[in-house]
């Protein structure tokens, strides 16, 4: 599946938590870098941290949101 709208998310990495952006129709498995926040190397440079994007939608949806979600996807075209 993929995401409609823009989100933030709070990963934790080596440094702490940072604040990443999760930009629109960003699909599932998508994998984003955090340039970096990785490991810091004896010489003071530091590596990238990549985060791996897992979006789930309920299984369990009320009727009346599951028909918005699906009349959405129909506007959209989306192939859900």
Known sequence: ????FTTSSAPHTLQG???MRIPPG???GTTLR????GITF???R???HYVRI???IPSNLP???????EAFAREARLDW
């Open 1 to 4: 599946s993929r995401k409609a």
């Open 17 to 19: 938590d940072v604040e």
């Open 26 to 28: 960003t699909a599932s």
């Open 34 to 37: 955090l340039k970096g926040r």
């Open 42 to 44: 004896p010489d003071g």
């Open 46 to 48: 530091k590596s990238d």
């Open 54 to 56: 897992k979006v789930e």
């Open 63 to 69: 009727a009346a949101v599951r028909e918005k979600f």
